[in-house]
Structures are given as structure tokens and as C-alpha cells.
């Protein structure tokens, strides 16, 4: 692992810094107290304290993210984001910023912010073992841990320098803890009309008005927002994508898989998509 990046790591377990330690051909994490966290093969650290409340995204889900993703349909989230992380890349004072994704999946975002930072490196978080696979290659100056987003987060105080948040939860007290006070957190919401061509049509979930806030509400006594952007794309999709569309989303859990390929079956293709999404950019209180 990078040196930049385990320097602001801490041992979920005591908060005592972490630093590698080899046996044979195992790999681990391993804290002054000797908690010790496990190397994955695939290059992502389990950094749990206990058992993860749930397994997040399957492998199912995660590849079909990550072809949906590669194919360039949300590349102007992955634009905004990076553009909106270049003002804070410098302000904290440190010798490199640290760019942390909570919620990473396949990192691809976390690695469009890397690659617009250029002394940044970058942490991929999240409770899904098979995207975490993915994010630990997304990008060479980024690493992955296996965290619970709704625990104690395993960084330092105000370690942090750019804190991503994309349709992801929410842990308030947590970001502002691990934030720099020069720092920023980057919440992408969907906006309300996001994928509305396909709500009635495949019986999706729908995005929910008081979304806004929601977030606004779960972060509000941390951080102060700063005026919010929403974006808008169109997106000509075959009908396989608009499968892998919702395949990769919440929906996938709530939608039967038959009556849902019946559906899409019968959209007309081109199927046209409205991508509408919030960026809301936060500050520490």
C-alpha cells in the first residue's frame, strides 16, 4: 500500500496507526495493540471491526455497474466531480491531498478526481468484497478498504482533504471527523426526474421529492452547503443497457427478475434516458 494513503489510516478497533506487516506470503495492516487486518489477494484491506452488517452489492450488480460505467453514460458525474474537487485539492496545507470515496463501488469516480489531481492519492470505502476487487485497480494512486461507512470510519482526524459521497449513504459525523477543516464533502443525490422515462415503464423505485432534504437534514449539523448544481444529461441506451441500468441501482433488489426482462422488452430502442443528478458541495462546520 501506498505510504501517503496508510499514513492516514487508523486501526478501526483502537484508532492507533496502522503499518504493514508481512508473514510468508500473507500481507496485513497491523496496529501498535496487534489488531491486525488482512491483504486481500485481489489488493483490498479488510478493515471491519466485526462482522459487516450486510454484503452490499453482489458480483451480479457490481459487474453490471461496471459495464454500464465503462461504456461513458455517467462520465458527466465523474466530470463534475473532479471539477468541483480542484479548488479544495491545495487548501488543506498538507504535503498531498487525500481524496476518500465512501461508498466506492468500482472506484471509477474516486480515479476521475485522481486523475485530475495530480499530487492527490485516493481511498476507496465500501462493504462490497466484489467491488472492492474492481476499486483496488481503478487507479495507481488509490488503495481499497473494506469498511462499514456507518461505523467509525478507520482514517485520522481531519485526514481527509476531498470526501465523495455518490448515491451513497450518509454518515455525518463521521465525514466531519475525518475532513479537513479546509476540506470539502461532494454528495451527488439523484434529482427528481432521474431515469423518469423508465419509472412507470419497468415499475422502478421513484427518487423521493424531500431527497434534498433528507441529505440536508443528515448533514446539516456538521457542515454548512454551499449553492447546489443539478445536472442534466440525455442518454440513447440499447435495451441492454437500460438491463444493466437497472441491475446496478436499488431497483435490482425490488424487482422481479422476469417481469422486469418483459418490460424492457418492450420499450422501443433507442430507449432515451434523462441522467439528472445534485451535486451539492459541503463544508465542515
Not at 455497474?65 to 455517467?74: I, P
Not at 434534498?212 to 440525455?234: C, I, K, N
Not at 432515451?272 to 459541503?282: K, N
Request: hydrophobic share 50%.
Amino acid at each position: 500500500m501506498d505510504a501517503r494513503i496508510l499514513d492516514r489510516l487508523r486501526c478501526p478497533v483502537c484508532g492507533e496507526p496502522l503499518a504493514e506487516a508481512t508473514a510468508g506470503t500473507a500481507r496485513a495492516l497491523r496496529c501498535p495493540r496487534r489488531h491486525s487486518f488482512d491483504i486481500a489477494r485481489q489488493g483490498y484491506v479488510n478493515l471491519l471491526a466485526g462482522r459487516a452488517p450486510h454484503a452490499g452489492d453482489s458480483a451480479e450488480m457490481v459487474a453490471a455497474r461496471a459495464d454500464f460505467l465503462a461504456a461513458g453514460h455517467y462520465d458527466s458525474i465523474a466530470a463534475a466531480l473532479a471539477a468541483a474537487a480542484i479548488p479544495y485539492a491545495d487548501r488543506a496545507g498538507r504535503p498531498y491531498p487525500l481524496v476518500v470515496d465512501a461508498g466506492a463501488g468500482t472506484g471509477r469516480y474516486l480515479a476521475a478526481v485522481l486523475a485530475a489531481l495530480a499530487d492527490a492519492v485516493g481511498l476507496a470505502l465500501d462493504v462490497s468484497k466484489p467491488a472492492l476487487r474492481r476499486a483496488a485497480r481503478a487507479h495507481p494512486r488509490a488503495a481499497a478498504a473494506l469498511a462499514d461507512t456507518w461505523q467509525r470510519l478507520p482514517l485520522a482526524d481531519a485526514s481527509t482533504t476531498v470526501l465523495l459521497n455518490v448515491f451513497a449513504p450518509r454518515n455525518g459525523a463521521e465525514f466531519h471527523r475525518v475532513l479537513d477543516p479546509a476540506g470539502a464533502l461532494l454528495v451527488v443525490t439523484p434529482a427528481e426526474d432521474h431515469l423518469v422515462e423508465l419509472v412507470d415503464p419497468l415499475d422502478l423505485l421513484r427518487v423521493d421529492p424531500a431527497k434534498a432534504d433528507r441529505v440536508a437534514g443528515s448533514l446539516g449539523g456538521h457542515f454548512t452547503e454551499e449553492p447546489a448544481t443539478v445536472h442534466r444529461a440525455r442518454l440513447a441506451l440499447t435495451r441492454t443497457e437500460v438491463a444493466t441500468l437497472v441491475g446496478m441501482g436499488p431497483s435490482a433488489w425490488h424487482t422481479d427478475p422476469t417481469r422486469l426482462a418483459e418490460r424492457i422488452a418492450a420499450l422501443p430502442e433507442p430507449v432515451d434516458v434523462t441522467l439528472a443528478f445534485r451535486l451539492g458541495v459541503h463544508r465542515p462546520r
